[in-house]
T-cell receptor
Framework: GAVVSQHPSRVICKSGTSVKIECRSL??????MFWYRQFPKQSLMLMAT?????????EQGVEKDKFLINHASLTLSTLTVTSAHPEDSSFYIC??????????FGSGTQLSVL | QKEVEQDPGPLSVPEGAIVSLNCTYS??????FMWYRQYSRKGPELLMYTYSSGNKEDGRFTAQVDKSSKYISLFIRDSQPSDSATYLC???????????FGSGTQLTVLP
């Protein structure tokens, strides 16, 4: 299957700093990428839909100024958690859609804010 | 009522057992159906992908879709301890539509 690379896999940062997470589709072009958040033993919670060359569409309740998404190319989307606080600690996962509807996920990023 | 319902488990079976995982849904527009496997602290991995009703087999895995009953299943034959993971069903109405996920079923296969 297609490969989606996400890094870093784990990041620990101090409260107030910003963290950038990268998501790359390695062997296909992804016009649409998605960002999710997942708490322990819970399912994926869609945060935003990222379309190449346009502004991301955020789900209700997700702060767009807090979670900055950039999708500058067909193979790269980034999520920046700005001024991170302990409550932002979570597992963040990206996914990218192939043209035939299949959705492939990155390996996830565990963010811990101290 | 959620659009997609999935029994969260946990489900525990002995090695070699046949496992049946199920999801029901309410949106008759769903046409694409997927099953993902997620190991702890990893991203979901696509296991099975089917379009419309019918069966699809891949090794020890069989996916079934019954659109008339709005019911999908994933069967795992000869289950192995390495199959222990959370299994997520997902579905969408068509291209450019986002996926709707089930809540996931946690499976443990005991050696």
């Amino acid at each position: 299957g297609a490969v989606v690379s996400q890094h870093p896999s784990r990041v620990i940062c101090k409260s107030g700093t910003s963290v950038k997470i990268e998501c790359r589709s390695l062997d296909f072009q992804a016009t649409t990428m998605f960002w999710y958040r997942q708490f322990p033993k819970q399912s994926l919670m869609l945060m935003a839909t990222s379309n190449e060359g346009s502004k991301a569409t955020y789900e209700q309740g997700v702060e767009k100024d807090k979670f900055l998404i950039n999708h500058a190319s067909l193979t790269l989307s980034t999520l920046t958690v700005t001024s991170a606080h302990p409550e932002d600690s979570s597992f963040y996962i990206c996914s990218a859609r192939e043209q035939n509807e299949k959705l492939f996920f990155g390996s996830g990023t565990q963010l811990s804010v101290l | 009522q959620k659009e997609v319902e999935q029994d969260p488990g946990p489900l525990s079976v002995p090695e070699g057992a046949i496992v049946s995982l199920n999801c029901t849904y309410s949106n008759s527009a769903f046409q694409y159906f997927m099953w993902y496997r997620q190991y702890s602290r990893k991203g979901p991995e696509l296991l099975m992908y089917t379009y419309s009703s019918g069966n699809k087999e891949d090794g020890r895995f069989t996916a079934q879709v019954d659109k008339s009953s709005k019911y999908i299943s994933l069967f795992i034959r000869d289950s192995q301890p390495s199959d222990s993971a959370t299994y997520l069903c997902a579905m969408s109405a068509g291209s450019a539509r986002q996926l709707t996920f089930g809540s996931g079923t946690q499976l443990t296969v005991l050696p």
